[in-house]
């Protein structure tokens, strides 16, 4: 017993010295291995996974010089990791950064969740992506016809107040984009054209929004809201237009656009009256 208390001492013993010898000798050479350019990480050597389709340009340059004020960043500083995640937190794409590894001589291995964008937003000027929490996201990788493809949101009274990647602090944006995440991946089909708030609402609603289609037709959604009722509220919705369409192939009527007033438990129908 005391034999073996005595090898666990040396043991310690051995291990605090070898602690403070390779402290000593990184405090000696630090400079020298932070220059050395087999350590130094580069943009390719980043390791994030496939980019997602929207994402049209690399934006590993970015993280690094976000990380940095000059973008260097050597796989042997201690805090490398640190700045690295640091650095690709703070990309508009971004939205979470998972597990983080470095491996020698110079690369390094990160976990990332990307924003998704659901929607553009009618600003004058043109449109802003964003989120389906209402986050800007950065307008390089959309071309015209990319962005004619997403639901857009009109009727904005607001603007941005901080760059990309920062929440658009406006109910009718946050909540627009919520609904359009649901609308996306039907939105072509339907052939619906914008999404607008709905100025008929009684005082006791809270904020109600309309889809107007490309012929005319308004389909009165109602709240956008959140939480198990309103995602059951939802999926109703998108079940019944699903089914009106593929019965009708259309929104539209015979003698013209209708109104669809989705907010009842059961939706009514009517003939829009023109506008005089």
Same mark, same amino acid.
């Given at each position: 017993?005391?034999?073996?208390?005595?090898?666990?001492?040396?043991?310690?013993? /051995?291990?605090?010295?070898?602690?403070?010898? $390779?402290?000593?000798?990184?405090?000696? =050479?630090?400079?020298?291995?932070?220059?050395?350019?087999?350590? =130094?990480?580069?943009?390719?050597?980043?390791?994030?996974?496939?980019?997602?389709?929207?994402?049209? =340009?690399?934006?590993?340059?970015?993280?690094?010089?976000?990380?940095? &004020?000059?973008?260097?960043?050597?796989?042997?500083?201690?805090?490398?990791? +640190?700045?690295?995640?640091?650095?690709?937190?703070?990309?508009?794409?971004?939205?979470?950064?998972?597990? +983080?590894?470095?491996?020698?001589?110079?690369? +390094?291995?990160?976990?990332?969740?990307?924003?998704?964008?659901?929607?553009?937003?009618?600003?004058?000027?043109?449109?802003?992506?964003?989120?389906? $929490?209402?986050?800007?996201?950065?307008?390089?990788?959309? $071309?015209?016809?990319?962005?004619?493809?997403?639901?857009?949101?009109?009727?904005?009274?607001?603007?941005?107040?901080?760059p990309a990647g920062t929440v658009w602090a406006d109910p009718l944006i946050k909540q627009g984009a919520s609904l359009a995440a649901h609308l996306l991946p039907v939105w072509v089909k339907y052939q619906f054209r914008s999404?607008?708030?709905?100025?008929?609402?009684?005082?006791?609603?809270?904020?109600?929004?309309?889809?107007? $289609?490309?012929? *005319?037709?308004?389909?009165?959604?109602?709240?956008?809201?959140? *939480?198990? &009722?309103?995602?059951?509220?939802?999926?109703?919705?998108?079940?019944?237009?699903?089914?009106?369409?593929?019965? =009708?192939?259309?929104?539209? *009527?015979?003698?013209?656009?209708? /109104?669809?007033?989705?907010?009842? +438990?059961?939706? &009514?129908?009517?003939?829009?009256?023109?506008?005089?």
């Open positions: 017993m005391v034999r073996g208390l005595r090898w666990v001492a040396v043991w310690g013993f /051995v291990g605090v010295v070898g602690f403070i010898a $390779t402290r000593v000798l990184w405090d000696g =050479h630090r400079d020298e291995l932070l220059a050395d350019p087999r350590f =130094h990480l580069v943009p390719e050597e980043i390791d994030v996974g496939s980019l997602p389709a929207w994402i049209h =340009h690399d934006p590993r340059p970015e993280f690094l010089l976000n990380a940095t &004020q000059d973008g260097a960043l050597s796989v042997a500083d201690r805090d490398c990791l +640190a700045k690295l995640v640091d650095g690709i937190q703070k990309h508009p794409w971004v939205s979470r950064v998972g597990r +983080a590894e470095k491996r020698f001589p110079g690369v +390094a291995v990160v976990q990332v969740e990307w924003r998704r964008p659901v929607a553009m937003v009618r600003v004058p000027g043109g449109l802003l992506p964003v989120d389906e $929490t209402g986050v800007l996201l950065p307008t390089r990788d959309f $071309t015209p016809l990319e962005a004619s493809r997403y639901p857009r949101i009109e009727g904005a009274e607001s603007v941005p107040r901080g999404i607008m708030p709905l100025q008929e609402g009684s005082g006791t609603r809270g904020l109600e929004f309309q889809i107007v $289609t490309r012929e *005319g037709s308004i389909i009165q959604w109602g709240e956008a809201g959140n *939480g198990p &009722q309103e995602d059951e509220k939802t999926a109703r919705k998108l079940r019944w237009l699903e089914e009106y369409y593929r019965e =009708h192939g259309s929104f539209a *009527g015979l003698d013209g656009p209708l /109104v669809i007033d989705l907010r009842p +438990a059961e939706p &009514q129908i009517r003939a829009k009256e023109p506008v005089r």
